[in-house]
């Protein structure tokens, strides 16, 4: 499995050049061909008898089918350089962007190495499931958007007003729909860990409910590397990371005696307190004011926790609601708390916005991404 490596190398290139050029589409057909073939290669080699080799074969397929693709697709192919000092830059920037990479990894794994050690197996795996599921939104919302962003922002680093106009409406988007995405996790999160995992992983439950208030932060915060890579300071954003690596350990190392949940909050409470400085210091090349981006996200936060109070001191006091909720079905709990949290939600952000800009916003946003111009 360790050819893999190598394997996506010979992509890379031809991948980046893609992106570069917007051409979007043809990434995702490379991305949906390998993962159909790497999935019927591996129903194959497991029918015809190879055990655990057809895990192995599902791992390979995917980079050989992006090598395929993207040398299809891409036209460049490499050479030998005429002057190799001009790679240099490139290498020297590629470096200090892996070097961020690992950092954020150690980071993103310590919580669990720390949990392991204090409590065992089963209150680490009851943790990793829940945060593998509170990810999710950070995941689907903020990963697809950051090529996008790099390409769009990159051409705007010699027109700051734009600059700063498009990364704060894009902030402003993800916020809009990271917030209500939060605001649903942390309401419904124990009758999810029950539907999806069932009931032996009821513990799991409260992880997500502590993990739920910090999504919303923790996509926004994620965007400062649009910032560190767009402008070219791969070696701010390390010396950031670092930092912030730094205060986020000790607030796990702090956690981490008391459990899951404790270790939870943690994760979203450092999420919090980092959200103005990161985006502060990334921004200082080009001059940009955290004013603009705080003016445009606090409704979303303060809509989700009026919503928020208000649905779970309803759902535990008013004794109509709590049988009502009782005596319905799971799924039909989680869709009802899921319809009312989002109404409440968008009805509150735009009678604190006094508008409907943000409906706008996304209902462009979807005209965009719908249409074949």
Not at 96 to 123: A, M, P, W
């Amino acid at each position: 499995m360790s050819t893999s490596f190598v394997l996506m190398a010979f992509s890379t290139s031809h991948l980046a050049l893609l992106k570069r050029d917007m051409q979007f589409t043809s990434i995702a057909c490379i991305e949906l061909v390998a993962v159909i073939l790497s999935v019927v290669f591996a129903i194959a080699a497991a029918g015809g008898g190879m055990s655990y080799w057809a895990v192995v074969i599902r791992q390979l397929t995917l980079p050989v089918v992006f090598v395929i693709g993207a040398w299809i697709l891409c036209p460049w192919r490499p050479g030998y350089p005429a002057q190799p000092s001009l790679a240099l830059p490139g290498l020297k920037y590629a470096l200090q962007v892996y070097g961020n990479f690992s950092v954020g990894y150690l980071t993103r794994n310590i919580d669990k190495v720390l949990l392991g050690k204090y409590h065992g197996s089963e209150l680490l795996g009851n943790y990793d499931r829940a945060y593998h599921l509170s990810m999710m939104p950070l995941g689907q919302l903020l990963s697809p958007l950051h090529s996008v962003a790099l390409s769009t922002l990159s051409r705007l680093i010699n027109d700051k007003v734009r600059f700063v106009s498009y990364f704060t409406k894009a902030v402003a988007m993800v916020s809009f729909l990271g917030t209500l995405a939060a605001l649903i996790l942390t309401l419904s999160a124990k009758d999810l860990i029950l539907l999806l995992l069932g009931p032996a992983w009821h513990d799991a439950g409260p992880v997500v409910m502590a993990f739920g208030p910090g999504i919303a932060a923790m996509l926004i915060y994620g965007t400062h590397s649009w910032l560190h890579l767009s402008l070219g300071t791969p070696n701010r954003w390390l010396r950031w990371n670092i930092f912030s690596s730094i205060f986020t350990i000790i607030a796990f190392v702090i956690a981490a005696p008391y459990g899951a949940v404790a270790m939870a909050i943690a994760y979203s409470a450092t999420a919090y307190v980092l959200i103005v400085p990161s985006l502060w210091y990334a921004g200082r090349p080009i001059g940009f004011s955290v004013k603009a981006v705080i003016s445009s996200l606090w409704a979303y936060f303060a809509s989700a926790l009026l919503v928020c109070i208000s649905c779970l001191y309803l759902s535990t006091y008013w004794l109509p609601l709590k049988g009502l909720l009782a005596n319905i079905g799971l799924l039909n709990r989680i869709l009802m708390t899921s319809f009312a949290a989002a109404f409440f939600y968008v009805a509150i952000v735009s009678l604190l916005q006094r508008s409907f800009r943000s409906i706008r916003e996304l209902s462009s946003f979807i005209g965009v991404f719908l249409s074949r111009k």
